[in-house]
C-alpha cells in the first residue's frame, strides 16, 4: 500500500523565508528528502502521523522563533492531514525526529 506524504516547513517570523517542501515515500524508500530513510523510521510506528511520534529528550531553548510543519498525503490508504505550529526549530526536531530535517 502507498505510503507517500508531502511535508513542509514555514518558518512564521521571518518574511524572507520562503516554505520549503519534500516528497517523501516509504513503500519503497524515496522522493526529494534528505533523509528519506531515517524519516520513514520514525514514521511507520506512529502509522505515518507525525502526531503519534514519540517525542526524544532533547533539551531545547526557549527561544521564539516559530515554525509551522505539515504533511499530508495517503499512509497504507488512510489520508494523513497533520498541520502544528512548534515554538521553535528545535522543539519541531525534539518532537518529529528527522520527519521535517530537511
Same mark, same amino acid.
Given at each position: ?16 523565508? &520562503? ?24 514514521? &511507520? ?58
Amino acid at each position: 500500500m502507498a505510503k507517500d506524504l508531502l511535508l513542509t516547513v514555514e518558518r512564521l517570523r521571518d518574511p524572507r523565508y &520562503t516554505s520549503r517542501s519534500v516528497q517523501l515515500a516509504c513503500a519503497p524508500v524515496s522522493g526529494t528528502h534528505p533523509d528519506a530513510g531515517g524519516a520513514c523510521a520514525v514514521l &511507520t510506528p506512529a502509522q505515518g502521523d507525525p502526531a503519534r511520534i514519540a517525542p526524544s529528550w532533547t533539551v531545547c531553548a526557549q527561544v521564539q522563533d516559530p515554525v509551522r510543519a505539515t504533511a499530508t498525503g495517503i499512509w497504507n490508504g488512510r489520508y494523513i492531514q497533520f498541520e502544528y505550529t512548534y515554538s521553535n526549530p528545535c522543539a519541531m526536531r525534539r518532537a518529529t525526529g528527522p520527519v521535517f530535517s530537511f
